[in-house]
């Protein structure tokens, strides 16, 4: 696993103080506010980023980041994702998993065979659902959805050896 964890990208400018648009992949949303620091990737790497405030705008967020006082500085922050050590993510429970663990596993049936690799997941309402793209080793072509539902659907995850088994027919 990767010792950093993206949570957000910077986007564009916002007004002529600075401010800058902000996307977190945080449930809620503003969440991403509450990790300091925040570290951001240019010219290869990580740099960390003392943001000042960080503020709903709309549906979205905006933020204010230390040093950035004008529209001109903007350019030089939009475009970088966002991320976090992963060390500084709460621990979790033994069958809990961040997405950001989950993402990129190989998805085997209980009969053994390989449907793909989690590309991403969203969620329903009534479940997260993983979105499952074929890889070198899947059996087929097909992109799946795979509702994320622990014990039921999902059997096992094994970070250790990348994959992920799940309790699913290959033709749904």
Known sequence: ???WV??????GPYGIKGWIKLHSHTHPIDNIGTYNPL?????GSWQAIDVEKVQRHGKGLVAKLRGC??????????GCEVAIKRD???ALGAD????SDLEGLKVITVAGECLGVVD?????GSNDVLVVKPGADSIDSEQRLVPYVWEQVVKQVDLQTGSLTVDWDKDF
């Open 6 to 11: 993206i949570v957000g990208k910077l986007l």
């Open 120 to 124: 991403h997941l969203f969620e329903t």
């Open 88 to 90: 500084q993510l709460p």
């Open 96 to 99: 809990d998993f961040y997405w």
């Open 39 to 43: 570290w951001i990737q240019r010219g």
């Open 1 to 3: 696993m990767s010792e």
């Open 69 to 78: 006082d004008d529209r001109e500085q903007v350019p030089g922050f939009t």
